[in-house]
Antibody, heavy 126, light 104 residues
């Protein structure tokens, strides 16, 4: 059974960077199918970026462009997200999720996030 | 960008009630998923492609709709269904709705 194991909680100063990892265990790792979602306190789920199947490049949500870097190490089955220039508003739980593709007989593709990490709490505070 | 809205933002119902949450997209979509999220837990996929039930999800959950308007129905609300529910589109990158908090 595939599991996504995330790194531990972080406390960071404003202006610094944080790097969160997400290791795939129990299954095949595909860096092409990991996305990142966060939830700030009292807020909803927010997509940050990641690799979506059949698209050739990683995508970063417009809000985070210039501050987010998403990488992967295939040899360790680990995906990473790095967020720079941290602000207090970046205090949140950060999740990685696997995107699965189901192809219909018509050829149409459905995508969904079916396996999630448990989340990594990042606190930004001076 | 495709925008997604949900209504209501919150609701309170009784055990056994039928509960319906609505999701509206800013343009026609087909890739519409529903998630359940409880505090301190990872989100859980309930339905994909608007109406396909994910393996292991109780049959009291069902989805419907097409185009821009979609629904999630819980037929016979249970105490363990207390959570926030999100719709999410996958037609053009990823967008989540703002969520609907369900209480008993």
């Amino acid at each position: 059974q595939v599991q996504l194991v995330q790194s531990g909680a972080e406390v960071k100063k404003p202006g610094s960077s944080v790097k969160v990892s997400c290791k795939t265990s129990g299954g095949t790792f595909s860096s092409q199918s990991i996305v990142w979602v966060r939830q700030a306190p009292g807020q909803g789920l927010e997509w940050m970026g990641g690799s979506i199947p059949i698209l050739t490049t990683k995508h970063i949500a417009q809000k985070f462009q210039g501050r987010v870097t998403i990488t992967a190490n295939d040899s360790t089955s680990t995906a990473y997200i790095e967020l720079s220039s941290l602000k207090s508003e970046d205090t949140a739980v950060y999740y990685c999720a696997r995107v699965t593709t189901v192809t219909q007989p018509t050829g149409y593709n459905y995508f969904y996030m079916d396996v999630w990490g448990k989340g990594t709490t990042v606190i930004v505070s001076s | 960008d495709i925008q997604v809205t949900q209504s209501p933002s919150s609701l309170s119902a009784s055990v056994g009630d039928r509960v319906t949450i609505t999701c509206r997209a800013s343009q026609d979509i087909r890739n519409l998923n529903w998630y359940q999220h409880k505090p301190g837990k990872a989100p859980r996929l309930l339905l994909y492609g608007a109406f396909a039930l994910q393996t292991g999800v109780p049959s009291r959950f069902s989805g419907g709709g097409y185009g821009t308007d979609f629904t999630l129905t819980i037929d016979g609300l249970q105490p363990e269904d207390v959570a926030t529910y999100y719709c999410q589109q996958f037609d053009n990158l990823i967008t989540f709705g703002p969520g609907t908090k369900v209480d008993i």
